[in-house]
């Protein structure tokens, strides 16, 4: 059992990484220096930002369902050639994402607001409710219509009707 002030080396390792990155800047002069003169450097700079990009790009766009077959190939072409034809690799080659209900059914989703749509009207038609409402504005019209009439006359309020 850990006690409460024991610290692991996991812990550790990322306190020294922060404070490290806290007291030195990539801007800093002889850094920008010694990548300006190692090929090493370099290569592991150009690979991180690769790495962001490609994060950046998964992010910002919709991916198909063959991106993980597609990343698991790459995968597989890294590895040792002894490696790539164990049985954990043929998995790895064959495994695709398993899909949320809402992910299966996204490409139908206009339609089915379609039909959904098509049969609310037919329900609304079905129980009358067009009909009530176009008796309630004509009810709605007579009402104004007498209250016009009371007010300015029938002459006057038969031309604003008319």
Known sequence: ??????????????????FISSLISIDAAWIQNHIENCPKCQRRL???????LAMSLLK???????????????????LAHS?????KAE????ARPQLKFYELISPLKNSIGNTAACFA????????IFHSMNKFQSDGEKAVHKYFEKNLGSDLSDEIFS
């Open 91 to 94: 998995k790895l080659r064959n």
């Open 60 to 78: 910002s766009r919709p991916h198909d369902l063959d991106l993980l077959k597609n990343a698991n190939m790459q995968t597989i072409d890294s």
């Open 46 to 52: 150009a690979s991180l930002g690769k790495v962001y």
């Open 83 to 87: 490696v790539r034809h164990i049985p």
């Open 121 to 128: 009207i037919l329900f609304l038609l079905k129980t009358g």
């Open 1 to 18: 059992m850990k006690n409460k002030n024991t610290i692991c080396c996991k812990d550790i390792r990322s306190r020294i990484g922060k």
